[in-house]
């Protein structure tokens, strides 16, 4: 499978089910997953998992919908209230962060599917950088944006995919209170070239930055 779409969430990790998410995103895999219907900034698994896509829910006010789960590590969101769907015998209007999440899928298999080589951090960047802003997200400390296809999937379009980072404390690798440290970013510019980039670092509750 070249995109792994999970509409269910719980509070407790599995290190069989994250080993599993683990070895399939090492074999070129992108793995979503819903980030649940708490109202919460609680992690909810799969989707707390770092090599998954967590997905929020929006509503028709272009909002985090009231249920949905969200924080930091939400990465993504898509409409998930009042979505048209097929039910045992029928179809039915649902709503839920588990009916959100096919819609990122589906983004991601586009996605895949103009550039079967994208990775999960690629793609993820594609999504998010190819976002509409969330008219609520940064009250609720969720720094994300609603999907927008025909953004993201454009070929032309300079993307800064962001591979992972590390601590340097210029000292014993141990990062103590007070210290002065280093946070490296590895990052890889994608599509088009981009003659400037800016990078700001925003404060997300319960985190405070000096």
Request: aromatic share 8%; net charge negative.
């Amino acid at each position: 499978a070249d995109v792994i779409s999970m509409s269910f969430a719980g509070p407790s990790e599995s290190s069989i089910e994250r080993d599993i998410i683990d070895y399939a995103v090492s074999q070129g895999a992108v793995v979503v997953a819903a980030a649940g219907n708490s109202a919460s900034t609680n992690l909810t698994y799969p989707a707390a998992y770092p090599n998954v896509i967590a997905v929020a829910a929006t509503n028709i006010e272009n909002e985090i919908a009231s249920f949905s789960n969200r924080g930091w590590w939400v990465q993504a969101a898509a409409p998930g209230v009042d979505i048209f769907s097929t039910y045992v015998n029928g179809y039915v209007f649902s709503s839920g962060t588990a009916m959100a999440t096919p819609l990122v899928a589906g983004l991601a298999a586009m996605l895949k599917g103009s550039d079967p080589s994208m990775n999960q951090a690629e793609v993820l960047a594609r999504i998010q950088q190819g976002a509409r802003p969330i008219a609520n997200a940064y009250t609720l400390n969720t720094p994300v944006g609603q999907i927008d296809a025909w953004r993201s999937v454009l070929p032309d379009r300079p993307v800064v995919a962001f591979n992972g980072l590390y601590v340097d404390d210029l000292d014993d690798g141990r990062l103590s209170g007070g210290e002065t440290a280093n946070i490296v970013l590895n990052m890889e510019l994608l599509g088009a070239g981009a003659d400037d980039i800016s990078l700001r670092l925003i404060p997300i509750y319960p985190y405070e930055w000096e």
